[in-house]
């Protein structure tokens, strides 16, 4: 008999585990329930269609269900809401109340963006950005729209804000940490992000929160500390929540951040034991932290696919596991690029590390060679151990290789002095510096250990 196999959540989670499900077995039956129009899209592009960078949201969307059913024989659900699940009994019931059965199930339930209990913030005019239908509202919103205000400077708020600003609205940034990209960037790389975009016109109110959100039928303004902001429209970038619905009703165990608690092979734990033939991926899963010790949450597309993968070939009956994450991350804000992984400053006093900093700057390609822009770079070694934790880069092109690189150097262990002797790079004028602002940095920090 074919092997029953179910996944709820089309997100990249889902449909990688369901693709990598029917790689492992050719014959089982895989079944996609979930609740969107749209499947296999990236959600990581909607700031960049909001800009008019990519020409319209059809663009982003990769696959739809008929390609599915037609190429992979995958049997892709769309607007269809899984209400309850029965691990005992094996099944899924939909909330018309049908029952579908399993002999493995996936839950890709992704989250949802945490909209803080503030008065108005269920008025007209106040949008999520989340799955791409967010993405069409605010489209749709911003063709009669002047002002708007971004709650949260994090990655995500600050490239959904100069996407806006690029298109015409003006844009202020209400951020409650006296910082932009709180958490994972130290404050000295964050306000060169800020400055960078406060040049291009966005502006920012920080360290206060957003209090509420005012207005008669409609959002008309925002009031941040004590002072009253008119606008129009207002994008919640505050953060996600894991969907724990599901995990909730079947008692798993939820992890101190908030995620489902899992095994390397992706399982869930419930009273203590591990729950057989349930898998889990993306951001409803807590992860373990690859540069300390302890839990991270890593809300990445680039976790989601990579856990896809294993909980599809756990679920089709291969074996796979999940290691320990650095959740390397890049964003492109305007002009700038921006990347980390790994610990930052504040990341590392959160987990009780103590670490020390080396810094460089140079440029992308070689001194003499036209065209070349600045790049920044920050690397973090633990004091005790010399091992590199964490690695922050700013610049304007092809930053993405080297935090890349540096990812590899701190998943494997590699302490400072061993990356100065032993990493090589690669040069050629149009490229690099032939002694990478990278190289120089860990050169930097070596001497200040
Ligand atoms: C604007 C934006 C930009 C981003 N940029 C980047 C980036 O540049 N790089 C990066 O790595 N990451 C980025 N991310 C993060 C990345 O998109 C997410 O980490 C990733 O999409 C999470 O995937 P997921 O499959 O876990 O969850 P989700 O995408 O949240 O998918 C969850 C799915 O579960 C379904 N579902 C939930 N409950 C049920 C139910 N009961 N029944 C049926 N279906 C259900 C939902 O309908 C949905 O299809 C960005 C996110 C946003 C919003």
Request: glycine fraction near 10%; aromatic fraction near 6%.
């Amino acid at each position: 008999m074919a092997r029953k196999i179910v996944v709820i959540g089309s997100g990249a989670a889902g449909m990688t585990a369901a693709s990598s499900a029917r790689a492992t077995d050719k014959e089982a039956e895989i079944t996609v329930f979930t609740e969107e129009e749209y499947v296999s899209y990236s959600p990581c592009a909607i700031p960049f269609v909001l800009e008019g960078k990519i020409k319209d949201f059809q663009s982003i969307v990769m696959h739809d269900p008929a390609f599915y059913r037609n190429e992979r024989n995958i049997d892709v659900r769309v607007k269809t809401k899984v209400a309850s699940v029965d691990s005992e009994a094996k099944t899924v019931t939909l909330e018309d109340g049908s029952s579908i059965p399993y002999d493995s199930l996936i839950l890709a339930t992704g989250g949802t963006v945490f909209v803080p209990p503030i008065e108005g913030a269920d008025l007209p005019g106040v949008f999520k950005v989340r799955f791409i239908n967010d993405g069409m509202m605010i489209q749709e919103a911003m063709k009669t729209c002047k002002t708007v205000v971004v709650a949260g400077g994090g990655v995500i708020g600050l490239e959904i804000a100069v996407a806006l600003k690029h298109a015409g609205l003006k844009v202020i940034v209400a951020e409650m940490f006296p910082q932009v990209i709180p958490r994972i960037c130290d404050a000295d790389m964050a306000a060169k992000v800020q400055s960078e975009l406060e040049r291009e016109g966005v502006e920012f109110l920080m360290g206060k929160p957003l209090g509420a959100i005012k207005g008669s039928g409609k959002v008309e303004s925002v009031i941040v500390g004590d002072k009253e902001y008119k606008c129009d429209m207002v994008i919640m970038a505050t953060g996600v929540r894991a969907n724990l619905q599901i995990p909730n009703q079947l008692g798993f165990e939820i992890g101190p951040l908030g995620a489902v608690h899992v095994t390397s092979t992706l399982q869930p734990y419930r009273r203590g034991r591990v729950v057989k033939d349930v898998y889990l991926a993306g951001d409803v899963v807590m992860c373990e932290n690859a540069a300390a010790p302890g839990p991270t949450m890593s809300q990445l597309g680039a976790t989601a696919v990579r856990q896809g993968r294993v909980a599809g070939i756990n679920a089709a009956g291969g074996y796979a596991t999940f290691p320990a994450v650095l959740s390397a991350w890049i964003s492109q804000v305007g002009e700038i690029q921006i990347a980390g992984t790994g610990l930052s400053k504040g990341l590392a006093d959160y987990y009780g590390l103590q670490v020390v900093e080396g810094c460089a700057e140079g440029l992308s390609r070689a001194r003499y060679y036209p065209g070349g822009t600045e790049v920044i770079v920050k690397l973090l070694a633990e004091k005790e151990s010399r091992r590199i934790v964490g690695a922050q880069i700013l610049g304007r092109e092809d930053i993405n290789g080297k935090i890349n690189w540096l990812t590899a150097a701190i998943m494997k262990g590699v302490t400072v002095d061993e990356f100065v002797s032993s990493f090589e790079n690669a040069y050629c004028p149009p490229t690099s510096m032939v002694r990478d602002v990278v190289c120089v940095a860990a050169e930097n920090l070596m001497r200040k250990l």
